[in-house]
T-cell receptor, first 117, second 116 residues
Framework: NAGVTQTPKFQVLKTGQSMTLQCAQD?????MSWYRQDPGMGLRLIHY???????DQGEVPNGYNVSRSTTEDFPLRLLSAAPSQTSVYFC????????????????FGQGTRLTVV | AQSVAQPEDQVNVAEGNPLTVKCTYS??????LFWYVQYPNRGLQFLLK??????LVKGSYGFEAEFNKSQTSFHLKKPSALVSDSALYFC??????????????FGKGTKLSVKP
């Protein structure tokens, strides 16, 4: 059982380049999300999805796109990278997040360290 | 705005001594409360959670946390610290209603350093 898998682990981009961060989970979780972690800022929610075909914006969505065509995959796209997007990105999944399932914990991937020069 | 505060950027403890990492929150209603730990260059690992019931919850690796509703706090504790406990600790809250319902709101993290 792999859990949440993120690829790549490291990436360097030039300003203006595009790329996709991959995230896959094998736990049949409905809820998936993307966070960015910056020093002294904690984790901030970028986008999330409560199921296949449903996505919504989080706290810091600008410059990022997502889609959820399957339950397993939730890729994060940077359309035109900027130095301000240099960060560590984490994907997470949960069995549920609302109602009686709201108390279930989230599982995190190992992270992608992105540098934009 | 809903928020989670971890007032200490760093906590230093001697091995064998008790440790406390503080967390307070400003979230409406009765949110779910979590603690996660992050070791260097790793993802976040779940430690424990409060859903309902007893205010003292026990989790992984000997950690426990005390929920105080009147103070809206959820402090992480361990009776005897180990050097291997040195890591970054995050408190997180999941609101049960409102615009952020279902999403985790994280504190900024507290770096725990345990010296031999």
């Amino acid at each position: 059982n792999a859990g949440v898998t993120q690829t790549p682990k490291f990436q360097v981009l030039k300003t203006g380049q595009s790329m996709t961060l991959q995230c896959a989970q094998d736990m049949n979780h409905e809820y998936m999300s993307w966070y960015r972690q910056d020093p002294g800022m904690g984790l901030r929610l970028i986008h999330y999805s409560v199921g296949a075909g449903i996505t919504d914006q989080g706290e810091v969505p600008n410059g990022y796109n997502v889609s959820r065509s399957t339950t397993e995959d939730f890729p994060l796209r940077l359309l035109s990278a900027a130095p301000s997007q240099t960060s560590v990105y984490f994907c997470a999944s949960s069995y549920a997040t609302r109602g009686t399932g709201g108390g279930t914990e989230a599982f995190f991937g190992q992270g992608t360290r992105l540098t934009v020069v | 705005a809903q928020s989670v505060a971890q007032p200490e950027d760093q906590v230093n403890v001697a091995e064998g001594n008790p440790l406390t990492v503080k967390c307070t929150y400003s979230v409406s209603g009765n949110p779910y409360l979590f603690w996660y730990v992050q070791y260097p260059n790793r993802g976040l690992q779940f430690l424990l959670k409060y859903i309902t019931g007893d205010n003292l919850v026990k989790g992984s690796y000997g950690f426990e946390a005390e929920f105080n509703k009147s103070q809206t706090s959820f402090h992480l504790k361990k009776p005897s610290a180990l050097v291997s406990d040195s890591a970054l600790y995050f408190c997180a809250v999941r609101p049960t209603y409102g615009g952020s319902q279902g999403n985790l709101i994280f504190g900024k993290g507290t770096k725990l350093s345990v010296k031999p």
